[in-house]
């Protein structure tokens, strides 16, 4: 089978670009190893506001909106960070996944679930499957295979491929105990780079989750003790667990060789702070479709080298900022960071990050930060060196 461009990987980022492809006239192939698209659940499926400007999101895939969060510190001094809109979404991601494959397949792509990649020849564009006969062709193959893509290591195989484990609950609490229009993430020193959350998806429910440098079994022990630890919490059954893992951004990853390009988990166009990679992965697949587009239709396969610069030109400050911020987290005792808390509430951080803040573009927040001196407050001086020269 033939195509133009052929897509492994039915996850939200690669359907997406697939459909762009489709209502562009090209043929266009999905390749999926598993049997359904979405499952199993391996995400918090937590979407900033910028979600509504680069996608499709049905209202009914809402789960709920969110005006703000509360950010705890080890010893729990909160920040409340509040907006007048929606600066966020909880959604079905089951169901968004699954609805933006068969939009895919409406404009004309076409989908090939439980064909898993076994080999694939870069020089002539064919991929070969393991549990079939198919052999597939096609003029530009994209990997959008997630966080342990088979095309990344094919392409990319002197990058090893890091990544973060995260894990989930579903917690029903036995009482009302959340506004379900606030999102809850608190800080430990000892998570860092990652973080837990509570995600309310009523006034009693919640996904809480963890990503961070430990196993899968480590992080279900510090989810069940940060539960149990309290009191605020009290009375709750933990309906269903979850896991996966996270990529870890890297800036010297190749993002594309011969006719192959990367997106998505698989390019590791994940934010470094919190691990999110939907918005980013979307603004990627209408790059790389633009791209795609005009190298198919000019017969230059060449053309499509132009992917990478213009993803690393659009997304390199602020992937710098992210990294940064990430650096300054992870140097932080829980001591630190309390500290950091108590001060950012009394130089009145809050109504600045309410202002300022963003989920996907955090870099204005830090310039306003420095640019009033409330970093230089709470970060340690060898860092301050780094943010000055970042944001002159």
Known sequence: MTYDVLVVGAGPVGTTYARYMAEKGFKVGIIEKKSRVGVPLQCAGLLGKQIKEVNILPQELIINPFYGAY???PSDHVLKVAKDKPEAYVVDRVGYDQFLAEKSVDAGSELFLKHQVKDINTKNGQIYTKNGTERFTAKIIVGADGYNSVIAKKISNR????????????????????DPNYVHLQAYASTSPGFIWMIP???????????????????????????????ELNGFNVLKKYQ??????????????????????AASQVKPTTGGGLIMGFKCAQIASDITEKALENDDIKLIQEYESICRKNFKSELKTQLLVQKIF?????????????????DGAEELISEYGEMDDQSPLVKEMFKKGILFKVVPKILLRGISALLK
């Open 201 to 231: 998806l009523t006034n009693h429910q919640a996904r809480v989750g963890i990503f961070g440098n430990y196993d899968y079994h480590d992080l279900n022990k510090i989810l069940k003790s940060y539960l149990n630890s309290n009191p």
């Open 244 to 265: 996966g893992k996270i990529p870890v951004y890297n800036s010297k990853k190749r993002l594309i060789k011969d006719n192959i390009l990367l997106l998505g988990d």
């Open 71 to 73: 950010l705890h510190s």
């Open 159 to 178: 990058q090893p491929l890091d990544n973060l484990q995260a894990a989930q609950f579903l917690v029903d609490f036995t009482q009302d105990i959340f």
């Open 330 to 346: 992870k140097s932080l005792t829980d001591d630190d960071l309390d500290y950091m808390f108590m001060k950012l509430k009394e």
